[in-house]
C-alpha cells in the first residue's frame, strides 16, 4: 500500500505522461479507484490505483485493439510501481 503522497499515482501525472509521448487529440484519464474501495489492490484511500484512460492519436492509425493498449501500458509502466493497480483503456 502506498500511502506516501509525494509518489501518489494521480491523474495530472499520468496525463502529462501520455500527453508527451503521444500528443493526443481525444485524452481522459479518470481516477475511479474510490469505485473499488475494499477491493484487491485498493489502497485505502480511494484514489491512485484504479483509473481509466480514454485516448485517441495519429500514433494508434492502423495498431490493433491490443497494439493500442501495449502502448499506453508501456507508456504508463512506471505508475505500477507506484501504486497502480487496474486500467481500463479506451482507445
Known sequence: MNTDT???????AMETALREK????????????????????????GFGTHFRVRIDCA???GVNKVGRHRLVY??????FALGLHALAIEA
Open 6 to 12: 509525494q509518489n501518489a499515482v494521480t491523474a495530472a
Open 59 to 61: 500514433a494508434f492509425a
Open 22 to 45: 503521444f500528443a493526443p487529440n481525444l485524452l481522459e484519464v479518470i481516477d475511479e479507484s474510490y469505485l473499488h474501495d475494499g477491493h484487491p489492490g485498493a489502497n485505502g484511500t
Open 74 to 79: 508501456d507508456c504508463l509502466q512506471p505508475f
